[in-house]
């Protein structure tokens, strides 16, 4: 087995760019009026004081039939807010479809947004934004920001719901009514009664009886009670009966009242429902986490157990009567279970593990946790799964190097790694609980210990990414169609969110990698343009990877609905503005969804502007900075680099910032003989890549390696570009880095522009000094 990888070269720039900043064309938005909404509706949740907060509307894109929008929440008071749920109205008909950071459920025409894990604290004086694609062309109303006025103004307290109307006499053409009495501050003058949409009738008591009714026909009543102001308040559950057939036949029961949480824990939520109604008496409920069975039970109460922390799960009630008939299931509640990547600053902080550290690196899954690592990330993503050339289909089970040549057009074909991935045994020394494997157990490897490493960090959230700079070359393929499309992500989610391993070395099989993956992340070294040497590419590539993406979101939010969690979908995306423009449609327009709007976020490439790799075919004759957060007026090179002009590139496209993760290198790039040109190498003529830190990776070392390694190197920032470098002397070597110094320049400035966090390629270069850094820049 080698020692080190071609694939550790994953995302350089092979080149300049090949088009300019400006090429990207900016979605031109139409002026969006921002609305305050205040006005209660007959769906809104009861009342309170939302005084130190706004929310509000903005639609920034109408196509028509459709239009993109956005909701921001501001903190107007004096203290931090620490969590938030807005609610709204639409028409009937309009709709809620795609929407980004916020977790919006719908009930009939009500919805509700409740912030993510990264974006529920919000400073004083600062906000945050959510959005939505939805259809129709309907304005919100009745909007409450954690129950109160979304404009923040305060406001004479209208009532509470009153409580689900019950049956207390059905016939064929007539149903009555009663329900518990709604309350207020002011006094309750009566109560609407709506049959559906439509009011009944007005009475000042909590009963009424609707006549004039259809024999055997259901009805769905529910009240909204008004105080002496006034004033209405939020309506009654709903709840649905029917009359009398005649005909003595049995009716099914009721749906039960959408269930509401009373306790919510790491691993567990406790529900409970109002009860639902029937002629011959209710005899238990079925609770469907998903739509999933998960329990029984004759009173109106469960509690849910064994749960996976930060996770969303989605719960409906089904009443069973004494004659064993079901009814309709009641409304959805989707909660969030607390711990897990509930993050306090709400940062990603997203690494890299690679398959193959554990080799000449020495670098396992226990070392994550040894490093302290483990302990500050919230996503790992495990570096690489590759695509079958034949078969067009997510890859593993095979045990295949890659070729040695990085220009080999074939080095990554059927290769893989099943060995580091499920196959070895790792002892007890190292194993991240201390417990070795055993020969007969159906997962070992890298796999089992991140299962290990998930139960000690039950937040942890690992992905698998796909690709990378030598898989990618059949992503073409997998892309160009929707069969081929469908087939590939079928695959991939059967292998590795559903756990079902091949078999090999006696391990693997049905459900062996079960619970491990909690989504992916799509690494394609270019769609559209060229990557490593053989790679598939077509003019259809920039469509074809939206589309790809679009299926795998479906896929997994379709396994969302059965199992109640929520699947992840991140990307490997480039800072090259024409590879943008060639394989990325970042901007939503003309209610086309963009790439961006199936994902939770993208790892954007923020390294690698400028090296020389082991067989000196990329910029071997210069110095140059890998990592600068703002571009160099000393920088000789035609086109400049930098972190700053390639955030930019996708923040005016349109993309939220909360979406953009930006990349730091754990790891240096260096040049041999390099003059020193009055400028301690920088920029300066050289004459190839320096002595890697293993004999195929020459122009590469990990930052603890580089560190120890390279004798006499003194350390230099530049305070322009905001870049690190080392240099040994006049004809020495030359690396360009990142350390605790940039890392804490690059987070300070990645929060004043609001973006999501940082990601990490990759994780064995650095022991603990540069994650520590980044922990202390994203408090």
């Not at 099943?418 to 890298?446: C, I, M, R």
């Not at 210990?449 to 039950?458: D, E, R, S, V, Y």
């Not at 890549?689 to 603890?704: C, I, K, N």
Request: aromatic letters at 10%.
């Amino acid at each position: 087995m080698s020692t080190g990888d071609a694939r550790s070269t994953r995302c350089r720039l092979p080149g300049p760019w090949s088009a300019a900043l400006a090429a990207l064309t900016a979605l031109l938005l139409p002026a969006a009026a921002l609305v305050g909404l205040a006005t209660p509706s007959p769906a809104a949740p009861a009342a309170a004081s939302a005084a130190s907060a706004t929310a509000t509307f903005a639609k920034t894109s109408d196509w028509g039939t459709g239009f993109q929008a956005e909701w921001t929440v501001r903190n107007t008071g004096t203290t931090p807010i620490s969590a938030w749920t807005v609610e709204w109205d639409f028409p009937a008909t309009t709709t809620v479809g795609a929407y980004w950071d916020a977790l919006i459920t719908s009930s009939g025409s009500h919805h509700t947004a409740k912030n993510r894990e990264y974006n529920g604290t919000i400073a004083p004086g600062a906000s945050v934004s959510f959005g939505f694609v939805a259809s129709g062309n309907g304005d919100p109303a009745g909007c409450r920001l954690d129950g109160g006025p979304c404009d923040g103004s305060p406001a004479d307290t209208p009532p509470s719901a009153p409580g689900q109307p019950a049956s207390t006499g059905v016939t064929e053409d007539s149903i009555a009514l009663s329900w518990a009495a709604a309350t207020d501050d002011q006094g309750i003058k009566n109560y609407d009664v709506y049959r559906g949409e439509t009011v009944v009738g007005t009475v000042s008591t909590p009963s009424f009886t609707d006549t004039g009714l259809t024999a055997d026909t259901e009805y769905t009543y529910k009240v909204v009670a008004r105080d002496t102001q006034g004033q209405t308040g939020p309506a009654s559950p709903a709840v649905t009966l029917r009359t009398a057939s005649g005909g003595g036949t049995d009716r099914p029961p009721s749906a039960p009242g959408t269930p509401q949480t009373t306790a919510v824990g790491d691993t567990s939520v406790a529900l409970k429902w109002t009860a639902a109604t029937d002629d011959k008496g209710i005899k238990n409920y079925d609770i469907f986490r998903g739509t999933v069975k998960a329990a029984t039970v004759a009173k109106l109460a469960w509690t849910d157990t064994g749960l996976t922390p930060g996770t969303d799960y989605t719960y409906t009630v089904v009443a069973r009567d004494t004659a064993d008939q079901t009814g309709k299931a009641s409304g959805p509640l989707t909660v969030r279970t607390t711990g897990g990547g509930e993050q306090p600053t709400g940062y990603a902080k997203v690494g890299y593990f690679v398959q193959w550290g554990i080799y000449g690196r020495g670098y396992t899954v226990k070392s994550l946790e040894n490093t302290g690592a483990a302990a500050r990330l919230t996503h790992i993503n495990y570096s690489f799964s590759n695509i079958d050339p034949t078969n067009l289909t997510c890859l593993n089970g095979v045990t295949k190097a890659t070729s040695p040549n990085p220009q080999d057009p074939n080095q990554g074909d059927g290769a893989g790694d099943s060995w580091a991935d499920y196959e070895k045994g790792f002892s007890a020394g190292e194993s991240v609980d201390g417990v070795g494997d055993t020969w007969n157990q159906p997962l070992a490897g890298n796999f089992n210990q991140l299962k290990k490493l998930k139960a000690k960090h039950p937040g942890l959230k690992v992905n698998m990414s796909i690709g990378g700079w030598t898989y990618s070359k059949y992503f073409s393929d997998v892309a160009k169609t929707d069969a081929s499309r469908q087939k590939f992500v079928k695959s991939c989610v059967d292998m590795y969110i559903k756990g079902n391993l091949p078999s090999a070395g006696g391990r693997g099989g049905p459900g062996a990698a079960a619970g491990i993956f909690d989504g992916f992340d799509l690494d394609w070294e270019w769609p559209g343009s060229e990557g490593h040497a053989g790679n598939h590419i077509s003019k259809d590539d920039k469509a074809n990877n939206t589309l790809l993406f679009a299926e795998f979101r479906r896929q997994l939010d379709a396994l969302s609905s059965t199992t109640g969690r929520k699947y992840l979908l991140t990307a490997f995306t480039p800072a090259d503005p024409g590879k943008i423009e060639a394989g990325w449609d970042i901007t939503t327009k003309d209610g086309t969804p963009s790439v961006f709007d199936y994902m939770d976020f993208a790892n954007v490439q923020g390294y690698d502007f400028h090296g020389s790799g082991s067989d000196n075919s990329w910029e071997p004759n210069r110095t140059g900075h890998q990592g600068n957060l703002y571009t160099d007026a000393q920088d000789p090179y035609p086109t400049k680099f930098s972190v700053e002009s390639t955030v930019r590139a996708y923040l005016d496209a349109g993309v939220d910032p909360r979406k953009v993760v930006l990349g730091l290198a754990f790891y240096g790039r260096g040049w041999q003989q390099v003059a020193d040109g009055g400028a301690r190498g920088e920029w300066q003529k050289a004459n190839g890549a320096a002595p890697g830190q293993f004999p195929e990776e020459s122009g590469t070392r990990g930052y603890d390696n580089l560190l120890a390694a390279v004798p006499n190197l003194t350390v230099h920032h530049d305070e322009e570009s905001v870049a690190t470098y080392g240099y040994t002397g006049e004809n020495g070597q030359w690396w360009t880095f990142d350390d605790a110094w940039s890392i804490g320049k690059k987070t300070a400035w990645l929060k004043s522009r609001k973006l999501g966090g940082v990601m990490i390629w990759e994780m064995s270069g650095d022991s603990g000094t540069l994650m520590t850094a980044v922990e202390n820049g994203l408090r």
